[in-house]
């Protein structure tokens, strides 16, 4: 059974950065597409980085430039950096999972975690 697990939410001042990072366990994680959605309240869930087993990325326009998704395939970890935070980025941020090829990764789930961007 896939798992997923986030960690690195919180507060953060509008033009500050923090980093995501989700851990994944009981999947072959370099074969698996791996990325990040966020939900604010109100909206629906939307792609917001998306990582290849092969390392190609794709970014939702509103963060290009800003976000950076990387992978760690020794530790099993998919990470956001997400630099110069804009109060429109705070959300529940979920990890995801997905085919190897996939930039739509959507089989599996992290239960999600808070980022809270003050202006």
């Known amino acids: 059974q896939v798992r997923l697990v986030e960690s690195g939410g919180g507060l953060v001042q509008a033009g500050g950065s923090r980093r995501l990072s989700c851990a994944a366990s009981?999947?072959?994680?370099?074969?698996?597409?791996m990325g990040w959605y966020r939900q604010a309240p109100g909206k629906q869930r939307e792609l917001v980085a998306a990582?290849?087993?092969?390392?190609?990325?794709k970014y939702a326009d509103s963060v290009k430039d800003r976000f950076t998704i990387s992978r760690d395939n020794a530790k099993n970890t998919v990470s956001l950096q997400m630099n110069d935070l804009k109060p429109q980025d705070a959300a529940v941020y979920y990890c995801?999972?997905?085919?190897?090829?996939?930039?739509?990764?959507?089989?599996?789930w992290g239960q999600g975690i808070q980022v809270t961007v003050s202006s």
């Open positions: 995801a999972a997905g085919r190897s090829g996939s930039l739509v990764p959507n089989d599996n």
């Open positions: 009981g999947t072959i994680f370099s074969t698996n597409s």
């Open positions: 990582i290849t087993s092969g390392g190609s990325t």
